[in-house]
Structure formats: C-alpha cells, structure tokens
C-alpha cells in the first residue's frame, strides 16, 4: 500500500514561516483547517494579511494508495527531515497557493 501525504511550507506576508506534514494533497485552506500546525500558525500571524502555502505531494510505499491519517503523519514527523529521503517514498508533485486571510475574522466583534 502507497501512503499519500504532502510537506507544506507556509510563508505570511510578514515573513514568518512554519513547516509541516498533512495527509493527502491539500489545494485551498480549507484542507488544511484541520491540522493544529495550520491554526497555531494562524494564532501566531493576527497581522498576516495572506500566506503562500508551498505543497510538496509523497507517496510512502508501493502499490494501492490512500490517504495517510494522523496517527501515520505523527510517525512521520517524529522521524524528521531524513524520512523525505528514505528509498521507499517518492515525490509526486508541487504546487502553490495563496490564502487571502479575512482580517475581520481575527477580531471579536460586539453586535449592538
């Protein structure tokens, strides 16, 4: 079995960066709302106004693929930068995409 899984590299406009691993391919935020790495990223940009997400797609292992799942992502990233390495997992893509952050969704607004 071939485990899909991608490293994505996230840039804000202010600069700030953060790397981590999530299952499948992620195309547009909404694949990556789930992941904790994602939202603490967030929490820690409130002045980010958008955010590059540079996607790196693998496939661990050979034959019928399917999406890893966290318990797989969390091995994965204990074993570190190394394991993209690894004879057994292949690239299979790269792709890029801009996130437009909603600036009013970071504020708690009162309503009258």
Sequence with gaps: MG???SKVHLTADN?????FLCAGIPEEEADLEDWTAYQD?????????YLTA????????????????EYEIAAYTQRGDDFLSHPGVQQTQES?????????????????
Excluded: C, W
């Design 3 to 5: 485990v899909l899984f």
């Design 15 to 19: 600069g700030s960066t953060e790397e």
């Design 41 to 49: 990223f967030l929490e820690d940009n409130p002045d980010a106004e």
């Design 54 to 69: 540079e996607v790196k797609s693998y496939i661990y292992g050979e034959g019928e693929t399917y999406r890893a799942n």
């Design 96 to 112: 890029e995409f801009t996130i437009l952050l909603d600036q009013e969704e970071n504020f708690d607004m009162e309503v009258l």
